[in-house]
């Protein structure tokens, strides 16, 4: 029995061994490199590398959009601020994104002013991180905000450090501007270039069965619009395949031959589409600060269009709403 | 090998000298460090695959929760009936201790994670519930339970790993009892639940505030306890001197089997997810109840609220389904190694009691959000009235229902 009792007990510590793992690491020292600053000021991505190398520079704001509840909490890159999409971002009443005076009172609580580098990354590719940074370049800040290339999961998978702590960042004094227009297609826009009354192209990043209709929405989402289809002139090309396994980015060249086969070039303007429009600003992230091609978000996407009376819809897979 | 489960140390085990170990005899000193060993090789396994750190540490804490609520016995309803028919406060007390360890981990963790806890928001996934009179009736139901199949929903997993033949028939039950549940959800949420206000504590009162008076509310339960505490007898632990021998034969004494759990809850909580294990069961039986047909179109509001969430499981391995595979598991390895495995063949009056406790206590945990792990436990350590307000009912629907069967003759 003793011996028995020996392992057991053996066995009982080890088990809670791994959970040891992640506990006390060293903060990372600032380094930083001449080349470091280069590569924030160059690109609209940074690597994690970079970023933990520059943790603590000055003018520096670190923000974690994810979807998951309770990630950030639970570790989020040390002097990361967490902003939740579906409350701080937009208003909860109305469809729309955040007022103007709510942005502004949450970019002062983050810290943020208009010549702030700050570098947004989450989970899931980043793909509420580029929603994030789709609202902010609307109140007019474009070129100094980031995305982590890889997001969390790069960040994780190369076990750089985690904190719990919430970081106290000194408030700033920003103003937001009124949104900018350029940035966001409303359903008219939408609506012209689907009656081919304006020469624009509309990149519709759903899913293939979303885009033919066969499905109204992916799997497991509630179905909220009661028309299948894609708006006609629209083409697909998957948000997804813009990211490699491990998160990042795909190069440039590669995201051109990508969406040259759909035939976006950037020789025309372009709407970027979903289902709600989240999805729809990673593409948005990636063709206009990327690639530099000039994009609209159209956040209205699906729920607003499959949901409009009167207006054009192609349907490849003839599914009827409602029927049997 | 029937009768109640053993809850006094038998004796202890005497190695028959160069005799060769009888088959039982060596199933039980070859399958706990082997199912041990099994736990930690899963959970190695876990942790090396991609996003698998959470999953790994689910079956850990699981694990560590099993043994330790098996080997303190920490069982809300034994406790109850301990204290009413018995007049023995240890085990109350216990529940008081894990409360008051967890109110203080608890605090110590939300306050990094919201240094302010006064605006609009909740801590995230904190078990905090809408209170109302449907939360009353969950936990008065949810006691009822308790009394009929003789523990709540977490005991009964452990006891599954201590061969108990009533849990499997009370879990059964639980799962049909959510079921239930899904099936009245939509009407009361509609006349009741929809309205009933979310309250947390340490949003009108700050994390100190809370913090003091849970503690002073504890104090003054645990204060006419302790007055009827049993003249001291040298307990389990001192007696011999092998430490390991106090680990693995008897009980612990149920105030540190508390402590354990207001730790292991702190820990869970902030690595992982509040302590619960009702959300494998529930999010399974509302996926199964959906194939067969029984689940209403849509459960109004539900998936908004925080708890033992049922979201319907796509992945094969979940975090709760881990930590609740890992309780029974280790409490299984517990009971073997310290004697206590006593299966017994279940006999109808098991089955009947099982069935119909585990119906009660599935509505109970479904309709309010939780069981005595997830919404008493977890919610009353991050500050939810909910919890405290399904604790008053549980041990109220608990009481009455005892008092009732003891008059009636239909429990003991």
Known sequence: MPRLSTSLLAILVGVSAPGAALAAQEPPTPQQTAGARTEAKASPLVSTEWLEKNLDAKGLRIVEVSVEPGVFERGHIPGAQNVVWHTDLVETVSRDIASREKFTALARRLGIDKDTTVVLYGDNNNWFAAWGAWVLAQYGLVDNVKLLDGGRKKWEAEKRPLDTRSAEVAASSFAAPAPSPAFRARFADVLAVAKRERDEQILDIRSPDEFSGKVIAPPGVQELAIRAGHIPGSVNVPWAKAVNPDGTLKSPAELKTLYAAAGID????????????????????????????????????????GNAVGVPVVNLAGTVWGGK | MSGPVAERSPPLPRRPALALPTGRELVRRVAPPGIALGLVGAALWLSGEPGGSRLALSLTFGALFGVVLQRSRFCFYCQWRDFLVAGDPRGLLGILAALAAGLAGYAVVLGAWMPDPGGTRLPPDAHIGPVGPVLLLAGAVFGAGMAISGSCISAHLYRLGEGSPTAPFALVGTGLGFVLGFATWNPLYLVSVADAPVIWLPRHLGYAGYLGLALAVLAFLAWPLMKRLPDPVAPNLCRGSD?????????????????????I???????????????????????????????????????????????????????????????????????????????????????????????????????????????????????ALSGWVFGVAMFAGAGGTLWLGRRTGLLT
Not at chain 2, 243 to 263: D, E, I, K, N
């Open chain 2, 243 to 263: 430490p390991l021998r106090a680990l693995f034969s008897g009980r612990w004494p149920v105030w540190l089997g508390g402590l354990a759990v207001g730790a």
């Open chain 1, 266 to 305: 950037g020789s025309k303007p372009i709407i970027t589409s979903c289902r709600i429009g989240e999805r729809s600003s990673h593409s948005w992230f990636v063709l206009s600060r990327v690639l530099g091609y000039p994009v609209r978000n159209y956040d209205g996407s699906w729920t607003e269009y």
């Open chain 2, 265 to 383: 809850g702190t820990l869970a909580y902030l690595r992982v997810g509040p302590l619960g294990v009702t959300a494998e069961i529930g999010g399974r039986a509302r996926q199964a109840a959906g194939a067969a047909g029984l689940l209403p179109a849509r459960l109004e509001g539900l998936d908004t609220f925080r708890g033992c969430a049922t979201a319907i499981r796509e992945a094969v391995l979940t975090p709760n389904g881990l930590f609740v595979a890992g309780l029974v598991l280790a409490s299984f390895v517990a009971a073997l190694a310290s004697g206590q495995f006593q299966p017994a063949r279940p006999r109808s009056g098991h089955a009947i009691r099982g069935l119909l406790g585990g119906l009660l206590l599935g509505w109970g945990a479904m309709t309010g959000l939780g069981c005595s792990v997830g919404t008493l436990l977890s919610g009353i350590m991050a500050g």
